[in-house]
């Protein structure tokens, strides 16, 4: 089964996804769709990672755009998993905005309510934004897990989260 991973430019993220969600999901039989936004593929590129990830999955890792004539490279994934997910992009996801690849999958996998857990990554300015609580409110009440965590805590227990008991 294919899970969608995708990931935004927090902080910690070129150093996390690999060993903490994307080693994790193939050691447990997933295959990984990797969908990057646009900053967190510079940052992911610059330090090699990129490379390692995408030699974990036969399905490209993305972060552009098909053009109109290309197909769509794989399937809706069986379910998602967004890590970090920046102040921004929560915003994006809970208002619909699908302004990268990376939120346009995401959107569509909320809008099809696909099984998704998001782990918000936003320090306390961000939080104090006042649209941030609807935001997570918002994504709450569409079905999406949202596992609002402090950034110690481990990504690894939300695939638990997502393949459940
Ligand atoms: C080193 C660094 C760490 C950052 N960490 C976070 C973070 O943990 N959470 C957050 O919301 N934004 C963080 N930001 C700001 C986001 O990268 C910025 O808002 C960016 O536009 C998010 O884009 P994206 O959601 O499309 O990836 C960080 C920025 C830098 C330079």
């Given at each position: 089964?294919?899970?969608?991973l995708?990931?935004?430019?927090?902080?910690?993220?070129?150093?996390?996804?690999?060993?903490?969600?994307?080693?994790?999901?193939?050691?447990?039989?997933?295959?990984l769709a990797v969908t990057?936004?646009?900053?967190?593929?510079?940052?992911?590129?610059?330090?090699?990672?990129?490379?390692?990830l995408?030699?974990?999955?036969?399905?490209?890792v993305?972060?552009?755009?098909?053009?109109?004539?290309?197909?769509?490279?794989?399937?809706?994934?069986?379910?998602?998993?967004?890590?970090?997910?920046?102040?921004?992009?929560?915003?994006?996801?809970?208002?619909?905005?699908?302004?990268?690849?990376?939120?346009?999958?995401?959107?569509?996998?909320?809008?099809?309510?696909?099984?998704?857990?998001?782990?918000?990554?936003?320090?306390?300015?961000?939080?104090?934004?006042?649209?941030?609580?609807?935001?997570?409110?918002?994504?709450?009440?569409?079905?999406?897990?949202?596992?609002?965590?402090?950034?110690?805590?481990?990504?690894?227990?939300?695939?638990?989260?997502?393949?459940?008991?």
């Open positions: 089964m294919i899970l969608g995708i990931a935004s430019a927090g902080g910690g993220v070129e150093r996390r996804l690999r060993p903490e969600l994307a080693e994790p999901a193939v050691a447990r039989g997933w295959t990057l936004t646009p900053t967190a593929a510079r940052w992911l590129a610059a330090t090699g990672e990129l490379a390692k995408q030699s974990l999955t036969d399905l490209p993305r972060s552009e755009p098909r053009m109109p004539g290309q197909p769509k490279p794989y399937p809706m994934p069986s379910a998602f998993v967004f890590a970090p997910a920046t102040a921004n992009s929560v915003a994006k996801l809970a208002l619909g905005i699908a302004d990268s690849q990376a939120l346009t999958a995401a959107c569509e996998a909320v809008g099809a309510r696909v099984p998704m857990v998001v782990r918000p990554q936003a320090g306390d300015a961000q939080r104090g934004h006042p649209a941030f609580a609807g935001h997570v409110k918002a994504l709450r009440e569409a079905g999406v897990l949202v596992s609002d965590e402090p950034p110690e805590v481990g990504w690894e227990p939300m695939l638990d989260l997502l393949e459940g008991p």
